[in-house]
C-alpha cells in the first residue's frame, strides 16, 4: 500500500531514536486543507485508534487511519539531500493536482475542501 524508500525509513529510525520513546511509531494520513484540497499528515504519534491500519516497513511501525488509506494507496515516501539541507519528499499516484508545496493534493474523484488563497 505505501513504499518507504531505505534512505527515508533510516531517517524516520533516527528520529525516532532521537525522541527516545520506544512506544512512538510514524503516523500518516490526510486531512482536509492546503491549498489543493487535502494535506498530508506525517509525524509520531504513541496512540493507536480503532478502524487503524498498522504496517510493518523494514522493522518501521506505521499506522495510518481508516479515512485516509484510500487516498495513499500506492504512496511513495524518499527522502532527499539538497545543498539546502534535506527532506521529505510524497509521490501520490492517486494525486490529479498538487500544489507547488508539494503537502497538498487533490483527487480526479475528491477535491477536498482546499484552504484560503496563500495557504498551503
Known amino acids: ?7 527515508a525509513s533510516d531517517k524516520i529510525k533516527e528520529m525516532l531514536a532521537e525522541e527516545g520513546g520506544p512506544e512512538l ?10 491549498c489543493s484540497g ?3 499528515g506525517m509525524g509520531f504519534d504513541d496512540e493507536q485508534h480503532e ?6 516497513m523494514n522493522g518501521l511501525k ?3 487511519d481508516e479515512d485516509s488509506i484510500k487516498y495513499l494507496h500506492g504512496l511513495v515516501i524518499d527522502f532527499k539531500e539538497s ?16 500544489c507547488g508545496c508539494g ?5 480526479a474523484a475528491d477535491a477536498g475542501k482546499p484552504a484560503a488563497a496563500g495557504e498551503c
Do not use: H, Q, W
Open 83 to 98: 545543498a539546502m539541507g534535506g527532506g521529505f519528499t510524497i509521490e501520490n499516484p492517486n494525486a490529479s493536482a498538487t
Open 1 to 7: 500500500m505505501i513504499t518507504i524508500s531505505d534512505i
Open 25 to 34: 511509531f510514524l503516523r500518516i494520513g490526510v486531512k482536509e486543507g492546503g
Open 103 to 107: 503537502s497538498s493534493f487533490r483527487t
Open 51 to 56: 478502524g487503524d491500519k498498522e504496517l510493518d
Open 62 to 64: 506505521v499506522v495510518v
Open 38 to 40: 487535502f494535506s498530508y
